[in-house]
């Protein structure tokens, strides 16, 4: 990940073309560094073409009198002077060996080895990492370089255009480098006094805050190469003066300025941010100090790239950024990983065509394209006849009530007084969570996420569980259900997951009675009328990442819609916030319970993790309880950002990308793994099902469970609950690095913390959908050394 070491300023130097004189700016960069006497170091990953004009022997010649500081290499060289990609396929056409172009995460991890490398030499200096061409060459593998360098995340110089066209290259290259979040410290180019493009560019970058700095061109090249050496040395001296009097010290001052200033920016951050912020569900009083703050100085794929905020680092050597694997994907949100470039040109696209425009009784290309898909191609198909817009799951879950109630108030409108409507309730179970607004929290019971102004409305039941205890798949059955049959165990998870099997067995006539009896005991008693069955199916997140028996959400479905039971049945609602859109494997979880709902709400993952944006699915019948000739009688519900392009833009995009996931062979691998064939509705998981069974059979583990993404583990704990502090504890050590001496697999090879939440007693991880296997089997094996060591509490 990121490479920030106080005694070493590394930047990056892109080019807005090829021929732009890259090699020349940064070989003055080079003799300018050298001459104020500090060590140099000049990478050019990829050289492609003759040696002798390779750009690495370019600064080797012209270093200047203080030459023995500078250290020049080269990682990976081709003698054709074409595009690396071609370069690779060239030499590959002229030897009897087939050659296999390096892929991007070994030429990263090349990089980031020589960097580490330099750093350890414990010597101030400098460092600039040469690329080749312009920002969207290709490297080794044909990814665009752009892409390719950005899990390094080095700051970066851009090499203008000075030539007829430049201007739009130069400020092109920019918004390119820009959109994927690169830090652009300035920008170098030659002062061509015909088409004088600097100064359109100084002027234009002066407004945005960019430091842009033109220089005086080389001489033509001579073809006698003695003259030609004579010719350029003489440039150089007279570019980079002895007596430190010229524009290129300027802008050296200016990088090391932008050094320094990055690195007291993130040393004041943890205080700041004690000192101004509130967080969401982070209690201050045990905040004890500023190391307890994690300051994420970037994001990319699974990983952080977090601060290391103690003002002694291990050694000087030791960079003061280290790669975090983001254990709980953000909050649940990551989905294909950050910084996704296809998300990000999204959003940028969005925002150049929109901006944000009103949605009521209007529509735009983004919000109908997604509401398309959701209903005809994707959770909604078969049974969804709408798409309602808001800000988030929490939101999307109000609009969902809303929608429940009134369907059923129509439905029951002879039966219900005005002070009935007033207090309708919900069916749930005990341990739900559908968000922190207030009719959201008021569809749970009392908990630690309620507040003073909240009011349960319904009943919830206790519901039974699914886990994997001492390597036994148990639906573990509360008492008040069946107290003869506390736990019943299956031969795997699969046979818990056959709901057509299982519901014609007595365990599903015990759910039926039970469901029945107390629905009906609660009609007879009138003491609250039910208005909707409300379910996080198969998964309660934030209740504790309660994996609850399928059957028995079955089962409620069928009971609530029985109409021997009830004259008007209740509508269903599943809240798919965190758990759809393959979070547990599956795009919804409607077919894996074997029914529909009528109304469900997606949000999360739909963005990729990129913006909140939550979308509410609802059946024809929910829709026309609403539908009238009246005002009054409309879902008068929205949000000044309702439909925002942007996130609808992103989402359409994200969709794509998880179509693409769905079939790719990580996923066959896995659901291998678990004896699962691609298609199918049997249960699998992206974790390895013999860790999984392990660690349930650790003394200190109660159970374990897993699907898709999701990996929960219940620790022993007397003072169990979401106050307790035990999992936190257990596992406070794997949140730094571990280093071994091997390459880890963090973009750049360096040895990882794990990032992680807990909830009480209950560890969680989670990845995303495209983790690589031997990061989530790093994982493993930290998790593994870390419980397999610990003794019972």
Same mark, same amino acid.
Request: aromatic letters at 10%; a negative charge; charged letters at 20%.
């Given at each position: ?57 370019? +600064? ?8 023995? !500081? ?66 969207? =060459? ?22 203008? *255009? ?26 170098? !180019? ?65 990088? *090391? &300025?932008?050094? =320094? ?46 601060? /290391? ?12 950024? #280290? ?23 999204? #959003?940028?696209?969005? +925002? ?38 808001? *800000? /988030? ?20 409108? *002879? ?12 069916? $749930? ?9 207030? $009719? ?35 639906? =573990? ?31 599903? #006539? ?8 107390? !629905? ?104 026309? @309880? ?7 009688? @409309?879902?008068?519900? $929205? ?32 659901? &291998?793994?678990?004896?699962c064939e691609p298609g199918s509705e049997k249960i699998w998981s992206f974790w390895d099902p013999n860790f999984v069974h392990s660690i349930s059979s650790l003394d200190i583990v109660d159970e374990t469970m897993t699907l898709g993404t999701v990996l929960a583990i219940k620790f022993k704990d007397n003072s169990a609950g979401y106050a307790s502090h035990s999992a936190q504890a257990l596992l406070r050590s794997i949140k730094t690095s571990a280093c071994d001496g091997s390459l880890s697999s963090a973009p750049g090879g360096a040895p990882f913390g794990i990032h992680y939440r807990t909830l009480g007693n209950v560890a969680y991880f989670m990845t995303s959908l495209n983790t690589p296997r031997d990061t989530i089997e790093e994982v493993e094996n930290r998790l593994w050394r870390v419980l397999s060591r610990t003794p019972v509490m």
């Amino acid at each position: 990940m990121s490479h920030l070491y106080r005694q070493l300023r590394i930047h990056q130097i892109f080019g807005a073309n090829t021929d732009v004189g890259k090699t020349i700016i940064t070989a003055a960069l080079v003799r300018a560094s050298a001459l104020k006497n500090n060590n140099v170091f000049y990478l050019k990953p990829i050289s492609t073409g003759a040696p002798l004009d390779a750009d690495d022997q370019h +600064v080797k010649r012209y270093a200047g009198p203080h030459h023995h !500081l500078v250290d020049a290499h080269c990682l990976f060289r081709y003698g054709d002077p074409v595009s690396p990609h071609l370069a690779v396929q060239m030499a590959s056409d002229k030897s009897d060996i087939k050659l296999t172009p390096a892929s991007d995460a070994t030429f990263v991890n090349a990089i980031a080895e020589y960097i580490r490398r330099c750093a350890q030499t414990r010597q101030s200096g400098h460092m600039y990492v040469e690329t080749a061409g312009g920002v969207h =060459s290709p490297t080794l593998s044909g990814t665009t370089q752009l892409d390719s360098y950005r899990p390094l995340f080095l700051p970066t110089v851009l090499v203008g *255009d000075s030539k007829l066209g430049g201007i739009s290259s130069t400020i092109s290259s920019y918004e390119s480098l820009l959109l994927r979040g690169y830090i652009v410290d300035a920008i170098l !180019l030659f002062r061509d006094q015909y088409y004088r493009n600097y100064e359109y560019l100084l002027s234009y970058f002066a407004e945005r805050g960019v430091h842009v700095t033109s220089l005086e061109p080389p001489p033509p090249r001579l073809d006698n190469a003695t003259e030609d050496i004579a010719s350029t040395e003489s440039y150089y001296a007279k570019l980079i003066p002895r007596n430190f009097d010229s524009e290129i010290f300027c802008t050296l001052r200016h990088l *090391d &300025e932008c050094h =320094s200033s990055r690195i007291e920016e993130l040393d004041s951050m943890p205080r700041r941010a004690l000192d101004t912020i509130w967080w969401p569900f982070v209690q201050h009083g045990l905040v004890q100090s500023e190391q307890d703050v994690t300051v994420i100085d970037s994001a990319y794929a699974d990983f952080f790239s977090v601060y /290391n905020s103690s003002s002694k680092p291990p050694s000087p050597s030791s960079s003061l950024l #280290a790669p975090q694997l983001d254990g709980s994907a953000s909050w649940w949100t990551q989905a294909v990983g950050h910084a996704h470039p296809s998300l990000g040109l999204a #959003a940028a696209n969005a +925002v150049g065509r929109y901006g944000h425009v009103i949605f009521p009784q209007a529509t735009h290309l983004p919000a109908l394209k997604l509401a398309e898909r959701l209903l005809h191609e994707g959770p909604g198909r078969g049974w969804a006849s709408r798409a309602f817009f808001s *800000d /988030n799951g929490s939101t999307g879950m109000e609009v969902a009530l809303k929608m429940a109630i009134r369907s059923f108030s129509v439905t029951a409108m *002879d039966e219900l007084t005005p002070r009935d409507k007033k207090t309708l309730g919900i069916v $749930g179970l005990k341990g739900s969570y559908h968000g922190d607004t207030i $009719g959201a929290m008021d569809a749970t019971e009392e908990g630690v996420y309620t507040c003073e102004w909240h009011q349960s409305k319904g009943f919830w039941f206790e519901p039974p569980t699914v886990s994997i205890k001492r390597g036994n798949f148990t639906v =573990s059955v509360p008492p008040a259900i069946a107290s003869s049959m506390s736990a019943v165990k299956f031969d795997d998870l699969h046979a818990i997951y056959d709901i057509k099997k299982r519901l014609g067995s007595p365990l599903a #006539a015990t759910y039926r009675n039970h469901v029945r009896n107390v !629905l009906q005991a609660l009609d007879r008693h009138g003491e609250q009328k039910l208005a909707a069955l409300v379910l996080e199916p198969i998964v309660m997140g934030a209740g504790g990442m309660i994996f609850v028996d399928p059957l028995f959400q079955r089962i409620m479905v069928d009971t609530v819609r029985d109409s021997s039971l009830f004259s008007n049945p209740l509508p269903v609602i599943f809240d798919e916030v965190f758990v759809g859109l393959y979070r547990l494997g599956f795009e919804s979880l409607g077919p894996v319970l074997g029914v529909d709902p009528d109304i469900s709400v997606y949000a999360k993952i739909l963005t990729g993790g990129v913006l909140p944006l939550a979308v509410t699915l609802a059946s024809e019948r929910v829709f026309q @309880a609403f539908n009238s000739q009246s005002k009054v009688d @409309a879902l008068l519900h $929205g949000h000044s950002y309702t439909a925002h392009a942007v996130g609808c833009q992103v989402a359409n995009t994200t969709l794509d990308l998880l179509e693409q996931l769905s079939q790719h062979d990580s996923w066959s691998a896995a659901r &291998e793994k678990w004896v699962c064939e691609p298609g199918s509705e049997k249960i699998w998981s992206f974790w390895d099902p013999n860790f999984v069974h392990s660690i349930s059979s650790l003394d200190i583990v109660d159970e374990t469970m897993t699907l898709g993404t999701v990996l929960a583990i219940k620790f022993k704990d007397n003072s169990a609950g979401y106050a307790s502090h035990s999992a936190q504890a257990l596992l406070r050590s794997i949140k730094t690095s571990a280093c071994d001496g091997s390459l880890s697999s963090a973009p750049g090879g360096a040895p990882f913390g794990i990032h992680y939440r807990t909830l009480g007693n209950v560890a969680y991880f989670m990845t995303s959908l495209n983790t690589p296997r031997d990061t989530i089997e790093e994982v493993e094996n930290r998790l593994w050394r870390v419980l397999s060591r610990t003794p019972v509490m």
